[in-house]
């Protein structure tokens, strides 16, 4: 019996991320129509335009459920996802497009989607395709606090190098800390997935301290008044500071 081709998005498939075969969604069942994700909720004209513009195509890749990864059922998690967004040829490239993860995310309930963004990007003057790991997490809040959800990606990298990799031995772990496992991997590029919402938040604070230091740093330089310079100064010093307790 022919095995039938995995479905795709480029050149990355469930396959080519080194998920198992038996969660590879076929070719012939991979495709979305965008229209889909607009039919039954009502989505703002900046959005629509953002699905018609930046994304070329939707791709079912891959199903992740305890029933063909050995994994143990979980609590919050019931399956999860794997999702290829094929974003649109343009210069400068498209980047992770955050509000149309959300817009899929939030018609999916409890299921985790792992989205694999396919773009063509240039390195070095030449051209390559390239893939970005993104997801949809809760933010922790306070118990009786709304719920805060927030879409994070890890870096570009050349989509051959795109790897979502499951535990050596899957039945020691449930579907809830495969979850926290995969996202690790998108986000932070490692495949431990403990106590990751803390990581996850200091990593976007090392982020934020970075951004800063570098604007005062260009501040500083271009200040005249040497009263304004040192005070330019101070702030540059306090935001290394942290910086440096942090690393």
Known sequence: MTTPTAAHCGSVSALTLGLPTRTAIPEAKGSLPKGLFVAKVPVSAKLKQRLT????????????????????????????LVLGL????????VEVPAEVIDLIADQRGGSGIVFVCVREGTFEGAAREECAL?????????????????????????????????????????????????????????????DLD??????????????????????????????????????????RTQLASLK
């Open 53 to 80: 513009n930046d994304i070329a195509s939707i791709t079912m890749l891959a199903l992740l459920r305890p029933a063909n990864t050995g994994v143990q059922a979980g609590t919050k998690v019931p399956e999860i």
């Open 134 to 194: 993104a997801v949809r997490r809760n933010v922790p809040v306070k118990p009786g606090h709304q719920p805060i959800t927030k879409v994070h990606a890890g870096a570009w990298k050349p989509a051959g190098e795109a790897t979502l990799e499951l535990p050596e031995d899957p039945s020691t772990v449930t579907m809830d800390e495969l979850w926290n496992c995969l996202c690790a991997q998108a986000i932070l590029d490692s495949a431990d997935g403990t």
């Open 198 to 239: 803390a990581r996850i938040a200091l990593r976007d604070r090392l982020i934020e301290l970075k951004a800063l230091e570098t604007k005062l740093t260009r501040d500083h330089q271009r200040a005249k008044n040497p009263t304004q310079r040192n005070e330019i100064y101070a702030k540059l010093h306090k935001v």
């Open 86 to 93: 094929r974003l649109a040829d343009r210069t400068p490239a």
